[in-house]
């Protein structure tokens, strides 16, 4: 996934009310009207919020005559799970680089442990 469509798919789910939306749509389409019905705020604004997801390519809404369903698309998250998994796994294999290391260091004898064999 190029760069600037994560930017403009992180940027969309932003928002608390965007997420909402992707969440109720998980659980299947919905026509606007219906996306709209939880919220205290005017169509156009819920139009706007979903113009948003549709730029992102979070969502569709295939053409047609109104109603029209809005759909997840379901293969962005594929594709932003791919890239969080990327990074997940450079900062794993980082820490345990690092346990490996505070592992080995238990197993050295420290100074004062040195000193007191060379007293013997």
């Known amino acids: 996934m190029p ?3 994560l930017t403009r798919v992180f ?3 932003a928002d608390p009310t965007r997420r909402d939306m992707v969440a109720r749509l998980a ?21 706007k919020h979903l113009k948003v997801l549709e730029d992102a390519g979070v969502v569709s809404r295939p ?6 369903l809005v759909r997840l698309e379901t293969e962005v998250f594929d ?12 900062a794993e294999r980082r820490y345990r680089r690092l346990d490996a290391v505070l ?18």
């Open 3 to 5: 760069a600037d469509t």
């Open 11 to 13: 940027s969309a789910l």
């Open 27 to 47: 659980d299947g389409d919905a026509t606007v009207n219906q996306l709209a019905e939880p919220y205290r705020m005017s169509l156009q604004a819920v139009y």
């Open 63 to 68: 053409p047609g005559p109104q109603p029209r």
């Open 79 to 90: 594709e932003m799970d791919a890239w969080i998994e990327l990074y997940r796994e450079r």
């Open 103 to 120: 592992e080995a260091m238990k197993s050295e004898p420290t100074n004062r442990e040195k000193d007191d064999d060379q007293k013997r």
